[in-house]
């Protein structure tokens, strides 16, 4: 059973960054507004996750990392919808199969909270304990007793640059919530409470603010809107290029094509234009079959929301003067 419990983990925890997103998408869930993130070694000897959320009572908190004891799914269709973010219930479970964790947490009615130290699946400790309202659980030496998996992780570098991506995905998709990053005890990342231009700017400094080009598009397949950057922008540097598909992460190159298509239009040369745009469509419009790990999302309809993106970036693109003359 507990070999059963670690590969079903693996299914789900990849990395520390995985851990990462799904904690935080968790706080996210039980509503709260500010979220500190605090890592060690590049998330591999410590990942807390600390929330100001409804918290949970002692039962929910141990049914929490049974499988399946998700306590978000209302429907069948729940399962398959892209507007609910993560798994049904595995996440915790498959934290819990790798790694040590330190539960803490109290509902705001609660008199004591409830902590709970579960290690490899077994439940080590539960007591009451005085602490804030909210959650906070830490995750310590992930895959610690799955060797093949920890030699598997990359350099810190690389596991932190993971770890920072999920958090600013995250982040342009709740920028009306405050997040912060801990990093081997020091602060490296604060974004308060902002709307998504201002939270656009947190992340990539303030000089993107004049660069950046409003777009909108309401058909019957869907919304898009967000924003692309001027030309000029995109010529001097690394470009950031986000696409959200109701408000969860996506790559997708063949939109990205949209995008680049518009922008070598009016400019005719390959630029790597930045972009964060984002998508509301009907969840039965997106393919059931996917993954959630996944970051792929395949669209009914593509073809034409690829013409809707190039046709409104390219607009939106002239409209604001934006082109430069050769
Ligand atoms: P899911 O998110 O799909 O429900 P998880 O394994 O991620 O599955 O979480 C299991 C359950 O634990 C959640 O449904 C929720 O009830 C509870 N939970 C997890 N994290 C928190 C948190 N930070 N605050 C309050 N409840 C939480
Ligand atoms: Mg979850």
Same mark, same amino acid.
């Given at each position: 059973?507990?070999?059963?419990?670690?590969?079903?983990?693996g299914?789900?925890?990849?990395?520390?960054?995985?851990?990462?997103?799904?904690?935080v998408? @968790?706080?996210?869930?039980?509503?709260?507004?500010?979220?500190?993130?605090?890592?060690?070694?590049?998330?591999?000897?410590?990942?807390? !996750?600390?929330?100001?959320?409804?918290g949970?009572?002692?039962t929910?908190?141990?049914?929490?990392?049974?499988?399946?004891?998700?306590?978000?799914?209302k429907?069948?269709?729940?399962?398959?919808?892209l507007?609910?973010?993560?798994?049904?219930?595995?996440?915790?479970?498959?934290?819990?199969?790798?790694?040590? !964790?330190?539960?803490?947490?109290?509902?705001?009615?609660?008199?004591?909270?409830?902590?709970?130290l579960?290690?490899?699946?077994?439940?080590?400790?539960?007591?009451?304990?005085?602490?804030?309202? %909210?959650?906070?659980?830490? !995750?310590?030496?992930?895959?610690y @007793?799955? =060797?093949?998996?920890?030699?598997?992780?990359?350099? @810190?570098?690389?596991?932190?640059?993971?770890?920072?991506n999920?958090?600013?995905?995250?982040?342009? !998709?709740?920028?009306h919530?405050?997040?912060?990053?801990?990093?081997?005890?020091?602060?490296t990342?604060?974004?308060?409470?902002?709307?998504?231009?201002?939270?656009?700017?947190?992340?990539? %400094?303030?000089?993107?603010?004049?660069?950046?080009?409003d777009?909108?598009?309401?058909?019957?397949?869907?919304?898009i809107y967000?924003?692309?950057?001027r030309?000029?922008?995109?010529?001097?540097? @690394?470009?950031?290029q986000?696409?959200?598909?109701?408000?969860?992460?996506?790559?997708?190159?063949?939109?990205?094509?949209?995008v680049?298509?518009?922008?070598?239009?009016?400019?005719?040369?390959?630029?790597?234009?930045?972009?964060?745009?984002?998508?509301?469509?009907? =969840?039965?419009?997106?393919?059931?079959?996917?993954?959630?790990?996944?970051?792929?999302?395949?669209?009914e309809?593509?073809?034409?929301?690829?013409?809707?993106?190039?046709?409104?970036?390219?607009?939106?693109?002239?409209?604001?003067?934006?082109?430069?003359?050769?």
């Open positions: 059973d507990s070999i059963a419990n670690q590969i079903a983990a299914e789900v925890i990849q990395r520390p960054s995985s851990v990462v997103k799904e904690l998408e @968790n706080s996210i869930d039980a509503g709260a507004e500010h979220i500190q993130i605090v890592i060690k070694d590049a998330g591999r000897t410590l990942i807390t !996750v600390i929330d100001d959320g409804k949970m009572s002692p929910d908190a141990r049914m929490a990392f049974e499988r399946h004891a998700t306590s978000k799914i429907s069948a269709d729940d399962l398959f919808a507007t609910t973010m993560g798994f049904r219930g595995e996440a915790l479970p498959s934290i819990a199969a790798i790694s040590q !964790v330190e539960v803490k947490s109290r509902r705001e009615e609660d008199e004591l909270g409830t902590l709970l579960i290690s490899g699946s077994r439940l080590e400790k539960q007591e009451f304990i005085a602490c804030g309202a %909210g959650t906070s659980i830490s !995750v310590k030496n992930i895959f @007793n799955v =060797p093949a998996r920890r030699k598997f992780l990359k350099s @810190n570098e690389t596991e932190r640059r993971n770890i920072f999920e958090i600013e995905r995250i982040a342009l !998709v709740h920028p919530l405050e997040f912060s990053l801990i990093e081997n005890d020091e602060e990342l604060h974004l308060t409470k902002a709307g998504l231009k201002q939270r656009i700017a947190q992340l990539e %400094g303030k000089n993107i603010l004049q660069q950046l080009i777009i909108e598009a309401e058909t019957a397949l869907g919304k967000g924003y692309v950057s030309p000029e922008y995109a010529k001097k540097r @690394n470009s950031s986000f696409f959200f598909v109701n408000n969860r992460y996506i790559r997708h190159p063949y939109f990205h094509k949209a680049t298509t518009a922008f070598e239009q009016l400019i005719s040369s390959d630029e790597k234009p930045t972009y964060y745009i984002y998508f509301e469509v009907d =969840p039965e419009s997106l393919d059931v079959n996917i993954h959630p790990t996944k970051t792929e999302v395949k669209f309809n593509e073809q034409a929301l690829w013409q809707i993106l190039m046709v409104t970036v390219k607009e939106s693109l002239g409209k604001f003067n934006a082109v430069p003359t050769i």
